[in-house]
């Protein structure tokens, strides 16, 4: 089966701590994102990736970082500075090009306890 | 920047009504539009995909239009459903910025198709 997967599922955080999202696609996609998404709210871009070892930051970037060392994967971790980050995570990829469809995994609710 | 705006923000509908979802989006410079479905806790699902040349496109009981123009586009579900209920996304991808492929959303509009 096609597609993109994110685990967990479900993530719980202890003040201070960094943790780590997962993000695996099996389509071949050059392009891959991270998006967050509050209640209430549109979904807004964290970090993007046009390429591999190649990121870029989005519109709300502070507190978080990425990695692009293969091109299936772009995990996503939030840091201690991230002063706000219970929110659900969406990861996305696409083929690069402009007239393409973008498809997204399952989420990770993250919670900070 | 581009703004997007979803409306109405929630719908309450009986089984079998025809309805009509609307996105407005406030620069016209876009490659293409994408109409979302989301589950509650679930990821988006890709329902339609509009090119910035076309002005409709159709998935069985879903049909989609977009005026470019005016900024507008609108996701018609013909002879609703209750499994239809959930929250329906529509994103611009924009030609202006140097984001490539990056998506430009509204806040959505929650659908509830009640037997």
């Known amino acids: 089966d096609g597609g993109i997967t994110q685990s967990p599922k479900y993530l719980f955080r202890k003040e201070g701590q960094n943790v780590t999202l997962s993000c695996e696609q099996n389509?071949?996609?050059?392009?891959m994102y991270w998006y967050r998404q509050d209640p209430g709210q549109g979904l807004r871009l964290i970090y993007y990736?046009?390429?591999?070892?190649?990121?870029q930051k989005g519109d709300i970037a502070e507190g978080y970082s990425v990695s692009r060392e293969k091109k299936e994967s772009f995990p996503l971790t939030v840091t201690s500075a991230q002063k706000n980050p219970t929110a659900f995570y969406l990861c996305?990829?696409?083929?690069?090009?402009?007239?393409?469809?973008?498809?997204f995994g399952p989420g990770t609710r993250l919670t900070v306890l | 920047k581009q703004e997007v705006t979803q409306i109405p923000a929630a719908l309450s509908v009986p089984e079998g009504e025809n309805l009509v979802l609307n996105c407005s989006f406030t620069?016209?410079?876009?490659?293409?539009l994408q109409w979302f479905r989301q589950d509650p806790g679930k990821g988006l699902t890709s329902l339609l995909l509009?090119?910035?040349?076309?002005r409709e496109q159709t998935s069985g009981r879903l049909n989609a239009s977009l005026d470019k123009s005016s900024g507008r586009s609108t996701l018609y579900i013909a002879a609703s459903q209750p499994g239809d209920s959930a929250t329906y996304l529509c994103?611009?991808?924009?030609?202006?910025?140097?984001?490539?492929?990056?998506?430009?959303f509204g806040r959505g509009t929650q659908l509830t198709v009640w037997p």
């Open positions: 996305a990829s696409g083929d690069g090009l402009i007239y393409n469809e973008q498809f």
């Open positions: 389509l071949n996609h050059d392009a």
């Open positions: 990736s046009q390429i591999v070892n190649d990121f």
């Open positions: 620069d016209s410079a876009i490659y293409n």
């Open positions: 509009i090119q910035s040349s076309q």
């Open positions: 994103a611009v991808r924009p030609r202006r910025g140097s984001t490539l492929g990056r998506l430009y």
